[in-house]
């Protein structure tokens, strides 16, 4: 099983330029995470969601968008990006509330650098 | 809010050793979860251990425990016998049992160094 896959796994933009992360699981996972991962700052959740069609903002949302159009997909994207977004990203999923003992499951992440 | 604090930025054990690892953690619910995630220069995200607040016994997973102190809000990470592939980032993580988000509250991490 590939689990959680992100796309693309580096990129380096320039300031006020668009562009979409990937992120796939093939574990029929209802919750699925963004967080982005800055040094001496842990993980700290962007954007989150609890179903397919459903999105809700974590601690840091602004500056991102998300959308969860099919089950399988989450996609977060950065309409105008700034320096402050230079970061590490991860993707999570994990089954449903009723499962909250279970880990999540996390991609491999993706290292963002804007210029 | 629940809030989780590593206070060691970095640590360092000789191999074969026993290194501890701490973690503290504040909240106002009952039942929850915790994690222990290691982090290694590849970046992946490994879960390491997990315990559950409602269980009394610490939980193990071969060579890494936990030392689990709910009235205290600790839980702490032991590894024994520690090996050159234990070097590498450990999050400590919180998870609500209720509640619609479901997500991980991440401490800041500690380093882990393995000297030969």
């Known amino acids: 099983n590939a689990g959680v896959t992100q796309t693309p796994k580096f990129r380096v933009l320039k300031t006020g330029q668009s562009m979409t992360l990937l992120c796939a699981q093939d574990?029929?996972?209802?919750?699925m995470y963004w967080y982005r991962q800055d040094p001496g700052m842990g993980l700290r959740l962007i954007h989150y969601?609890?179903?397919?069609?459903?999105?809700a903002k974590g601690e840091v949302p602004d500056g991102y968008n998300v959308s969860r159009l099919k089950k399988q997909n989450f996609l977060l994207g950065l309409e105008s990006a700034a320096p402050s977004q230079t970061s590490v990203y991860f993707c999570?999923?994990?089954?449903?509330?009723?499962?909250?003992?279970?880990?999540?499951?996390f991609g491999d992440g993706t290292r963002l650098s804007i210029l | 809010a629940q809030t989780v604090t590593q206070s060691q930025p970095e640590m360092s054990v000789q191999e074969a050793e026993t290194v501890t690892l701490s973690c503290t953690y504040d909240t106002s619910e009952s039942d929850y979860y915790l994690f222990w995630y290691k982090q290694p220069p590849s970046r992946q995200m490994i879960l390491v251990i997990r315990q559950e607040a409602y269980k009394q016994q610490n939980a193990t997973e071969n060579r890494f425990s936990v030392n689990f102190q709910k009235a205290a809000k600790s839980f702490s990470l032991k590894i024994s016998d520690s090996q050159l592939g234990d070097a590498a980032m450990y999050f400590c993580a919180y998870r609500s049992v209720g509640g619609s988000q479901g997500n991980l509250i991440f401490g800041k991490g500690t380093k882990l160094s393995v000297k030969p």
């Open positions: 574990m029929n996972h209802e919750y």
């Open positions: 969601s609890v179903g397919e069609g459903t999105t």
């Open positions: 999570a999923s994990s089954p449903s509330r009723g499962y909250s003992n279970q880990p999540q499951h």
